[in-house]
């Protein structure tokens, strides 16, 4: 199975920037897409962004079009997400994932990291 572990989360505010970072590592040949979700007490996760592991294809939620960005690192086994002009209502613990199909449901993934907190204060 694949290990994931997300860094790069804490306390900014609103405005600025992050980028998180996810380190893959395991049987990863068994992987085809790694993205980013995000959730909050009380609420659904949130798809945010994926990307396929050898090809390198992308897609998002239209939430974060033109402001997040999700690229990889395939000799570094890492994925990362590039937060720009960061809101208040980002505030969230995120989460990266792998599966083994292209998808943007929790339930296309069966790989998650533990999560890295992201707060945004106004």
Known sequence: QVQLVESGGGLVQAGVSLR???????EMYMTYTVGWFRQTPGKEREFIAAITWRGG???YAD????R???????????VYLQMN???P?????????????YGSSPSDFDSWGQGTQVTVSS
């Open 89 to 101: 209502e980002d505030t969230a613990v995120y989460y990266c994932a792998a599966g083994g199909s």
């Open 63 to 66: 939430s974060v079009k033109g």
């Open 85 to 87: 002009s960061l809101k």
């Open 20 to 26: 998180l970072s996810c380190a893959p590592s395991g």
């Open 57 to 59: 294809m992308t897609y």
């Open 68 to 78: 997040f960005t999700i690229s990889r690192d395939n000799a570094k086994n890492t």
